[in-house]
């Protein structure tokens, strides 16, 4: 038997907070409660003047991913091993077939990939072709292998983008499955346009990768997704929301009544365009993903989302690339690979972005770094929430904790940090993964291969509540 006991802390989930200790014994959350008694040999952690709160889940990462000619740096331990240390405990990461790629033969790639974990972890799984196949396969990968959820790049043209023909016959399927589709929301043909014309008018640097996906793109993206969903009645999820053209879209179809979920960037967040215009290619290019950083009114627009409730979760998109991968873009910004960390600092970000600065509270960023996440995908109360029965998956936080967020302190492999010289207040002081302490003061002790994939069960249909209201209106919703 291995226990944990965790003394002294303010515990604090989506819905509350209240003074209690949390005792762990062989990985689940035994007990809540005042002065509890602990079996002989249990560790006990003093959490005095600290909040106990749910371990992060980052819903969207990147790892060992293979993009734009290579391969992301930080493979699944490492980037796993990273969040521990910033108190994010479980992931979803993305397995993307190859076009023409069969659906399996990707997942089981990936699986394989990810037995390095530190951390429990699930997946996405991409749709970047359609036929008969990856129907079936779907089927197989939500009835037996613990996937929910399907993602849709509609970018990425001559790639990975899918056409609105593999949207709809995806989408339709996901509904029939009870999974749900989630999105990448750039008009691809705009952006490989704009490219195009951008790089003609000689701007050839990272300045020109902003400029060529303004965020009307990310707009009509998000609203055509929506409008496929809708017109189908299936749910979606919107990955990094990045402008206000997005959210907007997002709250209008919310207010409509139709189920619509945003995520935002951490590095969206606190960080704008102004770092494509740094006269050192280095550091301008560290800073390419897609969607681009916005100019700083797109900023408090997306705060104001995740206040309203607007938008949802809170992510990373942690996809990490060194210098000298960069260095492929030299001479053309479109051949940058995309991709920027911050599994690490995240919650450590948007805490002193978010709580300190009043626009949330302690209980509203539990909601938005992970039990949002665990509702939204269908593994709540086993993740998100310090409760009796619960994943042992918790942080120790300080909230009156400093730090300097810095490349050299980090523990991902890339050698570059979109926070770089951030000081932070309110950080995590240990990080609990299955029952066992992981992360204390400084000290990481994650184990490789030590993570577990973490199976996400499809949501309830009712199928014939669904075929009669679909003989009758077009649904907004799917009962979930």
Not at 18 to 30: E, N, P, Q
Not at 158 to 167: K, V
Not at 312 to 334: E, L, M, N, R
Not at 445 to 457: D, E, L, Q, T
Request: a negative charge; charged letters at 20%; hydrophobic letters at 40%.
């Amino acid at each position: 038997m291995s226990a944990v006991l965790i003394r002294g802390g303010t515990v604090v989930n989506a819905d509350r907070q209240f003074r209690a200790d949390v005792l762990c014994i062989d990985g689940k959350i035994s007990a809540v409660g005042d002065d509890l008694q602990a079996p002989a040999g249990t560790q006990t952690v003093d959490a005095g003047g600290q909040y106990v709160m749910p371990g992060g889940i980052d819903p969207h990462t990147h790892m060992q991913l293979p993009f734009m000619g290579t391969v992301a740096v930080d493979d699944f331990f490492d980037g796993t091993a990273a969040g521990l240390a910033g108190g994010t405990t479980s992931i979803i990461d993305f397995v993307i077939p190859d076009p023409k790629q069969p659906l399996m033969d990707a997942f089981r790639m990936w699986r394989g990939w990810a037995e390095k974990s530190a951390a429990d972890h699930g997946f996405h799984v991409a749709v970047t072709w359609w036929d008969e196949s990856v129907k079936r396969d779907m089927g197989t990968l939500v009835q037996h292998e613990g996937v929910n959820s399907f993602k849709h790049f509609m970018a990425y043209k001559n790639a990975i983008m899918c056409d609105d023909e593999t949207l709809v016959n995806s989408f339709r399927r996901a509904l029939e499955l009870g999974a749900m589709p989630t999105v990448h929301a750039e008009n691809g043909e705009l952006v490989f346009l704009l490219q195009q014309e951008v790089a003609k008018m000689g701007i050839t640097g990272p300045e020109g990768h902003p400029l060529s996906r303004p965020p009307m793109v990310e707009g009509e993206a998000a609203n055509r997704a929506i409008a496929i969903a809708d017109v189908l009645g299936v749910p979606i999820y919107i990955v990094h929301v990045s402008c206000i053209e997005s959210a907007e879209a997002i709250a209008r179809a919310r207010a409509r009544g139709q189920r619509v979920y945003g995520e935002v960037l951490a590095g969206h967040l606190v960080t704008d365009d102004s770092v494509y215009r740094n006269p050192d290619f280095t550091a301008a290019a560290a800073h390419v993903m897609s969607p681009p950083f916005r100019p700083k009114t797109h900023q408090e627009f997306l705060w104001r989302g995740l206040q309203a409730g607007s938008l949802h979760t809170t992510a990373t998109d942690h996809c990490v690339f060194c210098a000298d991968q960069k260095a492929a873009g030299k001479d053309s910004f479109a051949k940058i690979p995309n991709g920027c960390g911050g599994i690490e600092e995240r919650l450590a970000v948007i805490w002193d972005a978010g709580v300190n600065s009043g626009r949330l509270t302690p209980s509203e960023f539990v909601a938005i770094t992970s039990a949002n996440t665990a509702r939204i995908f269908n593994i709540y109360p086993q993740k998100g929430s310090v409760s009796v029965g619960a994943d042992a998956d918790l942080v120790v936080w300080d909230p009156q904790g400093t730090k300097t967020i810095s490349v050299k302190t980090q523990h991902s492999k890339v050698d570059f940090n979109i926070f770089e010289g951030l000081q932070v207040k309110g950080v995590p002081t240990t990080t609990i993964s299955q029952g066992k302490v992981v992360y204390s003061n400084g000290e990481l002790r994650a184990v490789r291969g030590s993570g577990r994939y973490i199976k996400r069960p499809p949501f309830g249909i009712d199928f014939d509540a669904m075929k009669l209201r679909a003989q009758v209106t077009a649904p907004t919703a799917v009962a979930r």
